[in-house]
């Protein structure tokens, strides 16, 4: 192709940026484990916390923003709640249900898991200004509405550009 990287091409270096980029997140410095460490609490916990840290919502805005299902969410808030980091109290409009609010010590503990989990790795730290900058850019690009491109994902593409011994 003139100038530009073939499909095939596109797709094995997407795996394997984006194995990189998870493998930085998720592996090299775990950040969940160490909120999860810092707060003495499952990281589950702590992202309950974290998604109250806007404002009160209800059990069933908390268990949709969760991902979970009700009985779960009721586990959790009921040990948050033995912990003293949020209160239930019933719905103004509709005592069926429940409004989950932040404490001071959960909004606390909340705000310390966030400083953690925004803490940057160290290695993207460790960049030069002229690196960080290009890499600004391309997650801006990556990030803004319509960026997404149409890269094939052929499972053995897939299997090709996480081998140990791809080329990088």
């Given at each position: 192709?003139?100038?530009?990287?073939?499909?095939?091409?596109?797709?094995?270096?997407?795996?394997?940026?984006w194995a990189a980029m998870?493998?930085?997140?998720?592996?090299?410095?775990?950040?969940?484990?160490?909120?999860?460490?810092?707060?003495?609490?499952?990281?589950?916990?702590?992202?309950?916390?974290?998604?109250?840290?806007?404002?009160?919502?209800?059990?069933?805005?908390?268990?949709?923003?969760?991902?979970?299902?009700?009985?779960?969410?009721?586990?959790?808030?009921?040990?948050?709640?033995?912990?003293?980091?949020?209160?239930?109290?019933?719905?103004?409009?509709?005592?069926?249900?429940?409004?989950?609010?932040?404490?001071?010590a959960g909004r606390a503990?909340?705000?310390?898991?966030?400083?953690?989990?925004?803490?940057p790795p160290r290695a993207?730290?460790?960049?030069?200004?002229?690196?960080?900058?290009?890499?600004?850019?391309?997650?801006?690009?990556?990030?803004?509405?319509?960026?997404?491109?149409?890269?094939?994902?052929?499972?053995?593409?897939?299997?090709?550009?996480?081998?140990?011994?791809?080329?990088?």
């Amino acid at each position: 192709m003139s100038g530009q990287d073939a499909p095939d091409d596109r797709a094995a270096a997407a795996f394997r940026v984006w194995a990189a980029m998870r493998a930085l997140v998720l592996e090299e410095e775990d950040r969940r484990k160490e909120v999860a460490d810092a707060l003495g609490m499952s990281f589950s916990r702590a992202k309950a916390l974290r998604r109250l840290l806007p404002g009160p919502l209800t059990m069933r805005e908390l268990t949709a923003l969760l991902g979970t299902d009700k009985p779960y969410t009721t586990l959790v808030v009921d040990d948050l709640e033995g912990r003293g980091y949020v209160r239930r109290t019933v719905h103004p409009d509709d005592r069926r249900r429940r409004i989950v609010t932040l404490t001071e010590a959960g909004r606390a503990a909340a705000e310390q898991g966030d400083r953690i989990l925004g803490r940057p790795p160290r290695a993207l730290a460790a960049l030069g200004p002229d690196d960080l900058a290009a890499l600004d850019r391309v997650m801006a690009a990556i990030r803004s509405p319509g960026a997404a491109q149409d890269v094939t994902s052929l499972p053995e593409k897939r299997a090709q550009a996480t081998e140990p011994n791809s080329a990088m």
